[in-house]
């Protein structure tokens, strides 16, 4: 299904520069104000799914919805939204002329655990959290048969606050060094499958009602 690449070591050599630029964070809010809350939509433009052997799986792009409560929200750390429907475009592509389905199963959660003001893409604060409760089923078929496997856990991720009233605020799902589990793999093509994966992909965030990003602070 999969070929060897040096996508993990890019990554990883990317996210490691990235925590060494970044300001050190200060102690854990207990509470945290989104401005502003409910609907909003994701989109990305390519995302890879990365298991422990190297090998992967791109999707060209994907979109995502889903909801953030009402401010303020307690807790340290905190469920800042949660991911009602996300999806990657069919088909997705891999080695040895593979083709894959991604079917998600949400709801997916948006947990917040540190925030740095001044951080980020914009300069304008960075929350540090994770996406939980991920669970989706891979699926498709190459040279080498086809297969079908699921993907359970969660990933690290960085919310990038928005420029000055802006629509660029973006999470961010490169590196933070959590990994996904791969199991029940099905078929003659998942033989060289790992049994863990990373997630890479960067989704610019904007509320569904006004088409701006929102703005996290803790």
Do not use: H
Request: neutral net charge; contains cysteine; charged residues 5%.
């Amino acid at each position: 299904m999969f070929k060897r690449t040096g996508v993990l070591t890019a990554i990883g050599a990317a996210a490691a520069s990235v925590v060494l630029a970044a300001p050190s964070a200060v102690a854990a809010p207990t509470s945290w104000t989104i401005t502003p809350t409910g609907n909003f939509n994701g989109s990305a433009g390519v995302t890879v799914l990365t298991d422990n052997n190297g090998n992967k799986i791109q999707c060209a792009t994907s979109a995502a919805s889903g909801n953030a409560p009402s401010s303020p929200v307690a807790g340290s750390p905190a469920n800042l939204a949660a991911i009602s429907a996300i999806s990657f475009n069919s088909p997705c592509t891999g080695p040895f002329s593979s083709t894959w389905t991604v079917t998600t199963t949400p709801t997916w959660e948006i947990w917040g655990l540190d925030y740095a003001a001044g951080a980020g893409t914009n300069s304008t604060g960075q929350v540090t959290g994770e996406i939980r409760a991920i669970t989706a089923k891979v699926s498709g078929s190459s040279i080498l048969g086809p297969c079908t496997f699921d993907v359970t856990g969660k990933v690290a991720g960085k919310y990038n606050n928005p420029s000055a009233g802006g629509s660029n605020g973006t999470l961010d799902t490169a590196g933070g060094g959590l990994t996904l589990s791969i199991a029940n793999k099905v078929g003659g093509g998942c033989g060289i499958v790992g049994t863990t994966a990373s997630f890479q992909g960067l989704y610019t965030i904007v509320n569904a009602a006004s088409g701006q990003s929102p703005v996290i602070s803790g």
